[in-house]
Each structure stands twice: as structure tokens, then as C-alpha cells.
């Protein structure tokens, strides 16, 4: 069965960092693009970034452009999401999820509260 | 990048047959896919590459896109699909729609 695990995320204030983890289960995760989506409270889903398989190519929504990283170490199984310069507005529930057709494997989420 | 409009509820009888529309200038060019997310849970893939079901998800589940609006139907609607949808595309990044609000009456 494949479980993607979400980690990572707590409260802070604006303008600190967070990196948030999706540790793979039961799938080889160098076999796939990932992406990481958001989910502002009572609000819809929204793309935040995307890897590919060997981690070389990035692709960021304006919204996290120059303040979010995303990177993996498929020897570890692991996707991750360096998040700086936090704002109020980046909080919400982060969700990893797996490429294969469409997006057919989610983590059940961690979520970021930014606030003073 | 697209904009996906989908109406914020759709209401519907057990029994009957659900559609929830997803409109995109030309969106019928582009693939389209739809997952059902229920409070509190993370989202599920129900169809994918227009019209496809994924494994494990029921016949019920259906789709459609064409011009400029795509379509969920759920056929012969159960209590258990009361959930929230939601549309995406690829378009220059991930584009989702803002999500529809089935309830079941």
C-alpha cells in the first residue's frame, strides 16, 4: 500500500521558516514527479510547486516564487518544502502528492499556522 | 494561466444524477481531472484524463469535457458522495478549480 507521509509543519511567526517533510511508503518515489498543494482553512486547493523524478527541475506558483524550495532525496524515500519569509497568507494545510495518472496518491497533510 | 470556474454547491436527490460543471475558455483542448475531498480528509482521484475512473471507484463516477466546460456525473447519487469536488488542469502549472459543495438531500 502506498502511504505519503506529511511532517513538519507548527506554528510560526511571519517572516521565519519551516520545512515540511513527505516521507514515502510502499512506492519508489525516483519513479515519480511530486508536487506539494495547499489548502488555506475553509478554502480550495491550490498548486504550490512540482519536482521531477531526479529532482533537477523545479516549477513554483508565483505565490512561493524566491521564498519556497522543493527538493528530494529518493534515497531516503523523502519530498521536501523549504518555506522562508512566512506570511500570514501561507497558512494552511500542505499536502504532498504523487504524479502518476493525475494525482493518485495524497498524504493526509500538515498544517502551517503563520501568526504573531 | 486558465481560470476553472465550478459552481460553489450543487444539491441533489438519492437516486438521482449529479453533474457538476467546470468551465475554462477551451477547456475541452486540455485534460481534465476530479477528485472528491470530504471534511477533514485529504483529496481522492475519482476521474482522471476526462472521463476515466481509477481503480476501486465506482462505475457511478463518470466525466465529460467538451468547448469550454468540462463535467463530473455521478450517477444513481448515494448519501456517501456528499463531499466537496474539484476540477484541475495542467496550464502553464496546476490549475484547480475552487471546488463544489455536493449535498445530498
Known amino acids: 500500500e502506498v502511504q505519503l507521509v506529511e511532517s513538519g509543519g507548527g506554528l510560526v511567526q511571519p517572516g521565519e521558516s519551516l520545512r515540511l517533510s513527505c516521507a514515502a511508503s510502499?512506492?519508489?518515489?525516483?519513479?515519480?514527479?511530486m508536487h506539494w498543494v495547499r489548502q488555506a482553512p475553509g478554502k480550495g486547493l491550490v498548486w504550490v510547486s512540482r519536482i521531477n523524478r531526479d529532482g533537477t527541475s523545479t516549477t513554483y506558483a508565483d505565490s512561493g516564487k524566491g521564498r519556497f524550495t522543493i527538493s528530494r532525496d529518493n534515497a531516503k524515500n523523502t519530498l521536501y518544502l523549504q518555506m522562508d519569509s512566512l506570511r500570514a497568507e501561507d497558512t494552511a494545510v500542505y499536502y504532498c502528492a504523487r504524479e502518476g495518472v493525475a494525482f493518485d496518491n495524497w498524504g493526509q497533510g500538515t498544517m502551517v499556522t503563520v501568526s504573531s | 494561466s486558465l481560470v476553472l470556474t465550478q459552481p460553489p454547491s450543487v444539491s441533489v436527490a438519492p437516486g438521482k444524477t449529479a453533474r457538476i460543471a467546470c468551465g475554462g475558455t477551451?477547456?475541452?483542448?486540455?485534460?481534465v481531472h476530479w477528485y472528491q475531498q470530504n471534511p477533514g480528509q485529504a483529496p481522492v482521484l475519482v476521474v482522471y484524463d476526462d472521463s476515466d475512473r481509477p481503480s476501486g471507484i465506482p462505475e457511478r463516477f463518470s466525466g465529460s469535457n467538451s468547448g469550454d466546460t468540462a463535467t463530473l456525473i455521478i450517477s444513481r447519487v448515494e448519501a456517501g458522495d456528499e463531499a466537496d469536488y474539484y476540477c484541475?488542469?495542467?496550464?502553464?502549472?496546476?490549475?484547480f478549480g475552487g471546488g463544489t459543495k455536493l449535498t445530498v438531500l
Open positions: 484541475q488542469v495542467w496550464d502553464r502549472g496546476v490549475v
Open positions: 510502499g512506492v519508489t518515489l525516483s519513479n515519480y514527479w
Open positions: 477551451n477547456i475541452g483542448s486540455k485534460t
